[in-house]
C-alpha cells in the first residue's frame, strides 16, 4: 500500500543544474499536486493536475515546470535551480477537486532540496 | 485579511490539559475545510475534516463559524503524542487548497 512516492528524497544541486522530482501515487486518484515548505510560510502550491492532460499554475510557478506523464505520474522540473527554491517539496494526491466534500489530499514523504 | 491565518504557538500544555486552535479564512465563497498534522520533518496528513454541524472525533472536535469566517480545532485530554504542528485547510476555487501556516503544539509530561 504505497500511497504517494517521491523521489529523490534529499538532493544538492549547484546553481544552475537541472533536476526532476518524480511523483507517482497507486490510489487511481485524478488529481495531483506539487507544494513546496519552506520555514514560516507554510505549504505552498507551486502547480497541479486537476486530471490526467491537465496542468495549471499554483501560487509559486516561476522557475518550475510540470508533466503529467499519465494518470499515476506527475514530475516537477527545475530546468536552472537558484538557492532560492532550496525548500522541502512535496507532492500530493487527491480523488477530485478542491470543493468535493470527500477531497482529500495524501501526500509523499517529501523531497529535500538544497541549491548551492 | 490573510486567506487562511493561524497562530503560529508554540502552545505548551501539560498531558491531560484541553487546548484549542483558531484559524481564519478571508475567502466566503470556501466550501471545504480541513484540519492537517504535521510531524517535525513528516508530510502532512489529514486530522479530520470540518463539517457546517461540527465534528468530533474521539478526543478532537472541530468547528466551523462561517458567519465568523473561522475553524476551531479542540483536543481533549492532551497526549505526548499530540505533539506537532496543526495545519488549517481551506478550498480555494475548484481544484486547489490553501494551507495556513499552522500551529505548533507541545504537550509536556
Known amino acids: 500500500n504505497a500511497g504517494v512516492t517521491q523521489t529523490p528524497k534529499f538532493q544538492v544541486l549547484k546553481t544552475g543544474q537541472s533536476m526532476t522530482l518524480q511523483c507517482a501515487q497507486d490510489m487511481n486518484h485524478n488529481s495531483m499536486y506539487w507544494y513546496r515548505q519552506d520555514p514560516g510560510m507554510g505549504l505552498r502550491l507551486i502547480y497541479y493536475s486537476a486530471s490526467e492532460g491537465t496542468t495549471d499554475k499554483g501560487e509559486v510557478p516561476n522557475g518550475y515546470n510540470v508533466s503529467r506523464l499519465n494518470k499515476r505520474e506527475f514530475s516537477l522540473r527545475l530546468e536552472s535551480a537558484a538557492p532560492s527554491q532550496t525548500s522541502v517539496y512535496f507532492c500530493?494526491?487527491?480523488?477530485?477537486?478542491?470543493?468535493?466534500?470527500?477531497?482529500?489530499?495524501?501526500f509523499g514523504a517529501g523531497s529535500r532540496l538544497t541549491v548551492l | 485579511r490573510k486567506e487562511v491565518e493561524q497562530d503560529p504557538g508554540p502552545f505548551n500544555v501539560p498531558e491531560g490539559a484541553t487546548v484549542a486552535f483558531n484559524c481564519t479564512y478571508s475567502?466566503?465563497?470556501?466550501?471545504?475545510f480541513f484540519w492537517y498534522r504535521q510531524d517535525c520533518r513528516k508530510e502532512p496528513k489529514l486530522l479530520m475534516s470540518v463539517y457546517s454541524s461540527g465534528n468530533e472525533d474521539g478526543r478532537f472536535t472541530a468547528q466551523l463559524n462561517r458567519a465568523s469566517q473561522y475553524i476551531s480545532l479542540l483536543i481533549r485530554d492532551s497526549k505526548l503524542s499530540d505533539s506537532a504542528t496543526y495545519l488549517c485547510v481551506v478550498n480555494k476555487g475548484y481544484s486547489t487548497l490553501t494551507f495556513g501556516k499552522g500551529t505548533m503544539l507541545l504537550v509536556s509530561p
Open positions: 475567502n466566503s465563497a470556501s466550501q471545504s
Open positions: 500530493a494526491s487527491s480523488e477530485m477537486g478542491a470543493t468535493s466534500g470527500a477531497n482529500v489530499l495524501t
